[in-house]
């Protein structure tokens, strides 16, 4: 297996990442066939073609049914989009004795001839994964993706705090209180709030109040994940590494990147799950900083 230098938009991958797992009774050896697998939620698109491209069968079948047929499939190279669901996938296929490729989506898409449909989709995934210069994502295991869970987590609690922080300091310059930003402002804040004299009408009073009271759950909770964090990272077989730069933590642990691009190009749920697992390097997208928002 050859490592590659980071692609220019950000996707770490691997060249050569086949996970095989030979049967009972059988040798092992992958057959000429290669299975294109355009994966949704109910209704699963395959496209099966020979090693050179021969269509060998095409067609459409619902979750169980498609759990089944691979069951009963003889061992062959089965290739996805790195999208949702694709690692859990990607390891059932394995648990059913076949080689597994994953394929980032924007790989794919140049290889769509026609009209995109799911048929097209497969075929293309097909297509995509025979060319010799393709890139592959490493598929993840489930300890990797719940690390990626743990981290994600933590980042939206980060941003939720830090859009309370935002709104309170926006109310306080309506009525001529200015703060700068920061998490470390808070004690100030509240200060001014608790003081008998305070020159806020009681009504803004009572809201600042009820946002610096979110802002430390939030805190705590924060503050949880990211113990959590680090004593699983202090287990990690991967050698992360932790550190405090300027109050902000950053975290190197594989599985923690769950973007094949860095995911969440675009904010898109469907795009949080696809990926959430990390990429496969050794160090996940040159670590991400998970305190960067700390700073509203």
Known sequence: MGWLPRSPDGIAMCQDVVLKEPRNGEDGEIKDTMIG????????QFHCASMTGHLKDSKKLTRPQFRKFMADQSPSMVVMEACGSAHYWAREMVRF?????????????????????????????????????????????????????????????VH??????NALRAVLYQFGHAFLKGIGNIKRIDAILEEPNCDLPSLVRDECKGL????????????????????????ADTAPSFSNHRGNVTIELDGVQDDPRGIVAGTNAGKEAAYAGGDCVGQQDGARDLGHADQG
């Open 97 to 157: 004795g076949h080689g597994v490729k994953l394929i980032a989506p924007q790989y794919v898409r140049p290889f769509v001839k026609r009209q995109k449909n799911d048929a097209a989709d497969a075929e293309a995934i097909v297509i995509a994964a025979q060319r010799p210069e393709m890139r592959f994502v490493a598929p993840k295991s489930q300890e990797q993706q719940g690390r990626a869970v743990l981290f994600r987590g933590r980042e939206r609690l």
């Open 160 to 165: 939720q705090r830090t859009e309370l922080v």
């Open 37 to 44: 697998v355009d994966l949704a939620k109910t209704v699963f």
């Open 212 to 235: 610096v009271k979110q802002i430390a759950e939030q805190t705590i909770r924060n503050d949880a994940k990211t113990r959590a964090a680090k004593e699983m990272a202090a287990t």
